[in-house]
């Protein structure tokens, strides 16, 4: 395996000390926000590698300009790839780290805003011994207080197992002795499946490599708006996890009773029972207090464990949207388990 510098700010020769790969697919406002934070980085050497995956609202262009402002401008060294095809966050992570001159490789995805020190951080834990360090990622603080129920973004304060790539960095050595992400978890509806990058920090975890959660090394993200089409369109994605579980089962206790993906999965189908307990034949007083009390863990752990954020004159709506999110977020994990041949829904 491969050593990197010494200290987060030496590198080897005219090499950076860190090489910051930023995958990216049509979120050009938002990339732009992320290069000038990481161009405020201070205290070490690094060159940014922007991967564009064919995007189609003038990304490859501004980088091109950009990259011409920037060697005028004596700035940060930014590189632009592009994929031939658009293949998916994976194939951009594995031709941007395969082009990097570091021999240390951090990943931080183009929806994602570093706090100050962020790359120092993350550099320091691996020139203090780890092969791979993982940074804190929080929701953008203006963002966060108005968010809806179905809004989209990542938390990560501890080792959660999943080695998320929004904010990660690994020795490239062992980047090459892995060969990089995994491409063929694919696609659905034109958007990636999850879990690349679960898969990645198992295998990794699997042979050996030393981890470190790095919490100075903040990363805030973006708050994608609540929107419940949306919300259901991201379920498609959750098959990767099950996929994950059965390649490594090892990741399973990090999830309630090491089987379910959410606590409220399994409340969720309860009520579904009581749900086809209310609609069935002939109805009477008893089924429907049978059928209340299979429903009221789910908007128990709904209003009151985990309550979802909304108006309380939206609680009844939004209560019943989520539950149906979670019906099918379970029956498309239960589809994946029958694929991969390992329960967890």
Do not use: K
Request: charged share 20%.
């Amino acid at each position: 395996m491969n050593e990197g510098p010494s200290s987060p700010a030496q590198a080897a020769g005219n090499r950076p000390a860190v090489s910051v790969v930023v995958p990216t697919y049509n979120r050009l406002p938002l990339l732009t926000r992320l290069l000038d934070a990481l161009e405020a980085q201070q205290g070490i050497d690094f060159e940014m590698i922007v991967v564009d995956d064919c995007s189609t609202d003038g990304t490859w262009e501004f980088l091109g300009r950009r990259c011409d402002t920037d060697a005028g401008a004596g700035g940060v060294t930014l590189h632009r790839l592009r994929t031939p095809v658009n293949a998916g966050p994976a194939t951009a992570r594995n031709i941007g780290w395969r082009r990097a001159r570091s021999d240390l490789v951090a990943f931080i995805d183009d929806d994602c805003v570093p706090g100050p020190g962020w790359l120092e951080a993350l550099a320091g834990a691996v020139c203090g011994g780890a092969d791979i360090a993982q940074g804190a990622t929080l929701p953008l603080p203006e963002q966060a207080a108005g968010r809806g129920p179905f809004a989209v973004f990542v938390w990560v304060d501890r080792d959660c197992g999943r080695y998320e790539t929004c904010n990660i960095a690994y020795r490239r050595g062992l980047l090459e002795q892995l060969d990089g992400f995994d491409e063929s978890f694919g696609t659905v509806g034109g958007a990636p499946v999850w879990g690349e990058d679960v898969d990645l920090g198992w295998r990794a975890r699997e042979a050996g490599a030393r981890f470190a959660f790095v919490s100075a090394a903040l990363a805030y993200c973006e708050v994608h708006r609540s929107d419940y089409r949306a919300y259901l369109g991201q379920i498609r994605r959750h098959g990767g996890l099950v996929r994950n579980v059965a390649r490594h089962p090892g990741l399973r206790r990090y999830y309630p009773a090491d089987m379910f993906m959410q606590a409220s999965h399994p409340l969720s189908l309860l009520g579904l029972a009581g749900l086809m307990l209310m609609s069935s034949r002939p109805a009477s007083l008893r089924r429907a207090a049978v059928a209340a009390a299979l429903a009221l863990p789910y908007v128990w752990y709904r209003t009151r464990t985990n309550p979802l954020p909304c108006r309380p004159r939206n609680r009844i709506p939004v209560l019943v949207l989520a539950w149906a999110a979670d019906v099918a977020d379970t029956a498309t994990m239960a589809s994946a388990s029958v694929r991969y041949r390992s329960f967890f829904i």
